[in-house]
Nanobody, 124 residues
Framework: QVQLVESGGGLVQAGGSLTLSCAAS????????MGWFRQAPGKEREFVAA????????YYADSVKGRFTISRDNARNTVILQMNSLKPEDTAVYYC?????????????????WGQGTQVTVSS
């Protein structure tokens, strides 16, 4: 059974930092592109960042480029989202997702497995 479990969310002031982690089990981790998405209240779930199977390629939404960094540790089946210079508009539930393909994808329906989400709240 595939499980993705996020952790690391919380409340932070604007300009601060948070590190989100996602631990995967039940999958051959390095077969999957890993991504982060987020969903703010009343809005659609949107793409944030993704990383290729062995970390050689990364892709970011324009809204987070230069502030967020995605990385992965295949030995620990973990993907990390380092978030710096946080803004109130980054407030959302953040979801980890896995895609069993070698091709990039930004749409949520193209990802096969999802975590339960972790809340990030940035106060002004």
């Amino acid at each position: 059974q595939v499980q993705l479990v996020e952790s690391g969310g919380g409340l932070v002031q604007a300009g601060g930092s948070l590190t989100l982690s996602c631990a995967a089990s039940g999958v051959t981790f390095n077969n999957y592109i890993m991504g982060w998405f987020r969903q703010a209240p009343g809005k659609e779930r949107e793409f944030v960042a993704a990383i290729t199977q062995f970390g050689g390629g990364t892709y970011y939404a324009d809204s987070v480029k230069g502030r967020f960094t995605i990385s992965r540790d295949n030995a620990r089946n973990t993907v990390i989202l380092q978030m710096n210079s946080l803004k109130p508009e980054d407030t959302a539930v953040y979801y980890c997702a896995a895609r069993h393909s070698s091709r990039w994808a930004l749409a949520r329906y193209e990802y096969d497995y999802w975590g339960q989400g972790t809340q990030v709240t940035v106060s002004s």
